[in-house]
């Protein structure tokens, strides 16, 4: 069963702008991690939160996690049309070594 | 380089013709996994195994086969493959340990069962 959930599924923004997306999760996790999907290609790592960590920044990316709520944020700042993809939120369990993949939200960055 | 190779990347095939889809990492990874992504699901977890001869399954592990004889290669096996696992089959490796674990993506098999 999947736990990760991403909202929302969709967003378009105009370039310049700040993107934010949303995950939730179910159950303990031992990290999350956020990666990047072009156009049916395969995944690209982006960021890895550890769940005794509660914020983390790579770049224009800025990543939160609140273990309380089960969820996480990811802001991509000043965004630019080469961002247009879709991102997922993974969790890596605690209680096994599962890796549960939400089912992602589409971003389109508008000129 | 380091990488993830998957072969073929494009397969349509029949009904109950048995196949076997490739995956090698250069990267002396212990966890490989398995993922297939179908629009609206996002990616689902079929195996994934953390040293050699140690195989679990995921989220969606009927009417799959792995297998794990060396640390490089992880290939996944349909052997009566269906219909509805028309799918994109993504490979991944990575450390495999918790406090780190960046998955390093393959750039997927497109398959086709008719």
């Known amino acids: 069963s999947q736990q990760g959930e991403e909202d929302p599924q969709a967003l378009s923004i105009q370039e310049g702008e700040n993107a934010t997306m949303n995950c939730s999760y179910k159950?303990?996790?031992?990290?999350l991690q956020w990666y990047r999907q072009n156009s049916g290609r395969g995944l690209v790592h982006l960021i890895l939160?550890?769940?005794?960590?509660r914020e983390k920044h790579s770049g224009r990316l800025r990543v939160t996690l609140d273990t309380s709520k089960k969820s996480s944020s990811l802001l991509i700042t000043a965004s630019r049309a080469a961002d247009t993809a879709s991102y997922f939120c993974?969790?890596?369990?605690?209680?096994?070594?599962?890796?549960?993949f939400g089912k992602g939200t589409r971003l389109h960055i508008l000129p | 380089e380091a990488q993830v190779t998957q072969n073929p990347r494009y397969l349509i095939t029949v009904t109950g013709k048995k196949l076997t889809v490739t995956c090698s990492q250069n990267m002396n990874h212990e966890y490989m996994s398995w993922y297939r992504q179908d629009p609206g699901l996002g990616l689902r977890q079929i195996y994934y195994?953390?040293?050699?001869?140690?195989?679990d399954k995921g989220d969606v592990p009927e009417g799959y086969k792995v297998s794990r004889k060396e640390k490089r290669n992880f290939p996944l096996i349909l052997e009566s493959p269906s219909p509805n696992q028309t799918s994109l089959y993504f490979c991944a490796s990575s450390l495999g340990r918790k406090e780190y674990n960046e998955q390093f993506f393959g750039p997927g098999t497109r398959l086709t069962v008719l």
């Open positions: 993974a969790t890596d369990g605690y209680w096994d070594d599962k890796i549960i």
């Open positions: 195994s953390m040293n050699v001869e140690v195989t």
């Open positions: 159950t303990s996790i031992n990290n």
């Open positions: 939160i550890r769940s005794n960590e």
